[in-house]
């Protein structure tokens, strides 16, 4: 996965350029970071800060992070104000602060396992205050029309193989759950839980319950 994207760094954001996303996209472009006005913002998976953008227009702070140098150096690189890049694992999170008010990830829930779920939101929660927001937007199974899902391990989990511009292909871990695994997945850990479904993508935020 972090080879996949260390290579693609340089074209990741042509995703957000397909014409019929255009319009799903200005409505989380303004909808997200409103949701986080005035607040201490982590960000997992920030890759080269598409959504950084439009957070930092609104939150009071951000700590946009990534396990991948490369996109991190697409995002240093737009010098955007209010915000401080790092290069951490988001399975890896204790050396951050613990006072973050609010937390984002763009097309990453889609990417963990399974199985590590419920590792990751607790690694996530444990820098979070009680009551903060967090938003995941992801796609909907509507991209396997473009990449379509070509095997599911014995987990649950579905992969496709994905071919970069140089010729190499991957196999990337990619899945789509379903507003009721979103909802089991942070039961008793939030509270407030909604989930949108778009054509294209899928909005999902809560509050946390520490």
């Not at 990741?12 to 303004?30: I, N, W």
């Not at 590792?119 to 938003?135: D, M, N, P, Q, W």
């Not at 473009?146 to 871990?173: A, C, H, M, W």
Request: with cysteine; net charge negative.
């Amino acid at each position: 996965m972090e080879n996949y994207y260390s290579e693609r760094a340089p074209v990741y954001e042509a995703v957000y350029q397909y014409p019929e996303r255009q319009k799903e996209l200005r409505l989380l472009e303004s909808y997200i970071p409103k949701q986080f006005k005035g607040k201490k913002l982590l960000e997992i998976a920030a890759g080269t800060g598409y959504w950084t953008l439009f957070l930092a227009k609104e939150a009071l702070s951000i700590l946009a992070t990534d396990a991948t140098l490369e996109p991190l150096e697409e995002l240093r690189n737009k010098n955007i104000k209010k915000v401080e890049v790092k290069q951490v694992d988001a399975y890896c999170l204790d050396d951050l602060p613990t006072d973050f008010d609010g937390a984002f990830a763009g097309l990453w829930l889609s990417h963990i396992p399974k199985q590590r779920y419920r590792e990751f939101l607790t690694g996530l929660h444990s820098r979070l205050k009680s009551g903060a927001k967090v938003i995941f937007v992801d796609n909907s199974i509507l991209q396997c029309e473009r990449l379509p899902i070509s095997r599911t391990d014995s987990f649950g989990n579905t992969y496709q193989n994905r071919e970069l511009e140089n010729g190499k292909s991957y196999e990337v871990l990619k899945n789509f759950p379903s507003e009721k695994a979103l909802v089991d997945m942070t039961k008793e850990i939030a509270r407030d839980q909604v989930f949108i479904q778009y054509e294209n993508y899928w909005l999902f935020e809560y509050t946390v319950i520490n």
